[in-house]
T-cell receptor
Framework: AQKITQTQPGMFVQEKEAVTLDCTYD???????LFWYKQPSSGEMIFLIY??????QNATEGRYSLNFQKARKSANLVISASQLGDSAMYFC???????????????FGTGTLLAVQP | DAGITQSPRHKVTETGTPVTLRCHQT?????MYWYRQDPGHGLRLIHY???????DKGEVSDGYSVSRSKTEDFLLTLESATSSQTSVYFC????????????FGDGTRLSIL
């Protein structure tokens, strides 16, 4: 079965510094996709970035980038120049094909709570 | 922002009562999902739909049923609520393309006393 592991329950970072949030995954499928979501204290789930297993380059979206190391099965999220508004829970997720191939579900990690300090 | 509306946003009810949560989308996406979020578990899939009247179970479906009579609406029903179903419930939608994310509603906080 596929699994996502986030080993950092909580992290602190100083404003304007970069921070890396860890995510490791386990799958036997050669084709997979990894997503990062942000959940601020208001509760909504906000999609940040996607990395496909066959993508040649690490994904980037503004201040977010993915450090994708396929051999290590890791997909760490890097946030550059942290802002106070980055304080939130961050979830790593992997898509898993549902039976019949109708669609995918997301397998989530347990999340990392990031606090950005001024 | 994806057009997803969940209602109600908050609900408190008693054990044994029926509860229905509604998810409404304006994106005309084929796929809709219900997840629950609990501390220490991330989000887990309850049920999903791959078209009108086409639904199937996820990993934590016991005690829940769903219905989808229109593309835009996906209902989650707790026939007889239990305290273990106290959770935050999220609806999500997708167009089924594998590299596209699922987009989530704002969640429903359900407390069962």
């Amino acid at each position: 079965a596929q699994k996502i592991t986030q080993t950092q329950p909580g992290m602190f970072v100083q404003e304007k510094e970069a921070v890396t949030l860890d995510c490791t995954y386990d799958t036997s499928d050669p084709s997979y996709g990894l997503f990062w979501y942000k959940q601020p204290s208001s509760g909504e789930m906000i999609f940040l970035i996607y990395q496909g297993s066959y993508d040649q380059q690490n994904a980037t979206e503004g201040r977010y980038s993915l450090n994708f190391q396929k051999a290590r099965k890791s997909a760490n999220l890097v946030i550059s120049a942290s802002q106070l508004g980055d304080s939130a829970m961050y979830f790593c997720a992997m898509r898993e094909l549902l039976k019949g191939g109708a669609t995918n579900k997301l397998i989530f990690g347990t999340g990392t709570l990031l606090a950005v300090q001024p | 922002d994806a057009g997803i509306t969940q209602s109600p946003r908050h609900k408190v009810t008693e054990t044994g009562t029926p509860v229905t949560l509604r998810c409404h989308q304006t994106e005309n996406h084929r796929y809709m999902y219900w997840y629950r979020q609990d501390p220490g578990h991330g989000l887990r899939l309850i049920h999903y739909s791959y078209g009108v009247k086409d639904t199937d179970k996820g990993e934590v479906s016991d005690g829940y049923s769903v219905s989808r009579s229109k593309t835009e609406d996906f209902l989650l029903t707790l026939e007889s609520a239990t305290s273990s179903q106290t959770s935050v419930y999220f609806c999500a939608i997708s167009d089924g393309v594998s590299n596209q994310p699922q987009h989530f509603g704002d969640g429903t906080r359900l407390s069962i006393l």
